[in-house]
Every structure is written in structure tokens, then in C-alpha cells.
Antibody, heavy 120, light 108 residues
Framework: QVQLVQSGAEVAKPGASVRVSCKTSGYTFTAYYIHWVRQAPGQGLEWVGW????????FYGHRFQGRVSVTRDTSVNTAYMDLSGLTPDDTAFYYC?????????????WGQGTLVTVSS | EIVLTQFPGTLSLSPGERATLSCRAS???????LAWYQQKPGQTPRLLIYAASNRATGIPDRFSGSGSGTDFTLTISRLEPEDFAMYHCQQYGDSPLTFGQGTRLEIK
């Protein structure tokens, strides 16, 4: 079955960086985009960026440009999100999610989420 | 970027009633690539509708989506107790992708 399994919770200090991983299984990794979406406690969903796992092309949300990097390793069917210059406003659950390349469908499977807490 | 505005912010209804949720875009969404998600507390979002009007796999037919261009609607024809949740719209016709702020559907 399709699974996206994320790395565990992170606690970081302001100004630091964090890496969240997303290991996938149960489908052809390179047939789907991987998106990163975050949700602060009690708030709505905010799109961070995506990676085309086939071409490795990326696109990031405007407010994250310059401090986020999304990469993938096709040998282990895993995507990564690196976020730098952390502030307390970055405290949120970060989700990876897949979306079929070249299809009209939308995000259909999500990882379980990784809580990133930024605190001094 | 395309800004999505959902209304109402909160909708209070009773089981058995009809729910109508709206999502308005600041500009036309390419190919009507508008999706609706349901999210319950402590859970990840669940895809309900994609490309404005297509039900995702396993979604009951009481959920329907309509609209085009800048105005979209999610309708739940007859509310079941399990339908009370948060609903998000998302456009994926242009990058950056964007979400609306959500509509909370609560039991009256």
C-alpha cells in the first residue's frame, strides 16, 4: 500500500536549520511530485514547495524562497525538505504529500506529519 | 500568487441538512484545477474533489463539487455525523499552489 513515512519531531533554536525526510513506498516514486505543506497548530494549510521527483525540478512558495530546499534521492525513494533561518513562526506540522505528474488529480496521499518546534 | 477565499468561515448545521461551502479565487484557475480536502482534528487532509468536480476514490456521492474560473462550491447533500470537520480548498493550476483559509463545519 502507498505510504509516506516522515522523520520524527524536531526542536530547533531560532536561526538554526532543520531537515525533514519523507520515505515513500508502495508506488513508483518518480511518477509523482512530492509537495511539502505546513500547518501551524490550529491554523490552515500553507504550501511550502514541490519537487518533480523525475526531473528534480523544484518550485517554492514566495515566503520560503531563499531558505527552503527540497531534494530527493531516487535510490531510496525519499524526499527531503531543508528549512533554514528558523523563527518561532516556523513552528508547525510539516507534511509531505504526493501528486501524480501529468495528471489532473491533486494531492492524494499524505505523510503523517513532522512537528517542528522553534524555541530558544 | 492566487489567493483563495473560503466562506463562510464557520457553518453550523444539523445532520441531514445540506451544506454549501464556497471558495473564490483572486484570478481564474487554470484548467479549473481546484481541489477540496476534509480534515478532522489530529488527522491529515483527505482528498474529496479534484479538478473542481471529480470525486476522489472512495468518496461518497453526497459530496459534489462545481464551479469554474474563480468561483467554486463544495456541496454535501445530506450531512452525516462524520462530515463535521474542517474543509480546505486548494488551487493547483499555477505554482505557487495555494490553499484557502478553511471552513469549519460544526454541528448546530
Amino acid at each position: 500500500q502507498v505510504q509516506l513515512v516522515q522523520s520524527g519531531a524536531e526542536v530547533a533554536k531560532p536561526g538554526a536549520s532543520v531537515r525533514v525526510s519523507c520515505k515513500t513506498s508502495g508506488y513508483t516514486f518518480t511518477a509523482y511530485y512530492i509537495h511539502w505543506v505546513r500547518q501551524a497548530p490550529g491554523q490552515g494549510l500553507e504550501w511550502v514547495g514541490w519537487i518533480n521527483t523525475n526531473s528534480s525540478g523544484t518550485f517554492y512558495g514566495h515566503r520560503f524562497q531563499g531558505r527552503v530546499s527540497v531534494t530527493r534521492d531516487t535510490s531510496v525513494n525519499t524526499a527531503y525538505m531543508d528549512l533554514s533561518g528558523l523563527t518561532p513562526d516556523d513552528t508547525a506540522f510539516y507534511y509531505c504529500a504526493r501528486d501524480p505528474i501529468g495528471s489532473s488529480s491533486a494531492i492524494d496521499y499524505w505523510g503523517q506529519g513532522t512537528l517542528v518546534t522553534v524555541s530558544s | 500568487e492566487i489567493v483563495l477565499t473560503q466562506f463562510p468561515g464557520t457553518l453550523s448545521l444539523s445532520p441531514g441538512e445540506r451544506a454549501t461551502l464556497s471558495c473564490r479565487a483572486s484570478q481564474s484557475i487554470a484548467s479549473n484545477y481546484l481541489a477540496w480536502y476534509q480534515q478532522k482534528p489530529g488527522q491529515t487532509p483527505r482528498l474529496l474533489i479534484y479538478a473542481a468536480s471529480n470525486r476522489a476514490t472512495g468518496i461518497p456521492d453526497r459530496f459534489s463539487g462545481s464551479g469554474s474560473g474563480t468561483d467554486f462550491t463544495l456541496t454535501i447533500s445530506r450531512l452525516e455525523p462524520e462530515d463535521f470537520a474542517m474543509y480546505h480548498c486548494q488551487q493547483y493550476g499555477d505554482s505557487p499552489l495555494t490553499f484557502g483559509q478553511g471552513t469549519r463545519l460544526e454541528i448546530k
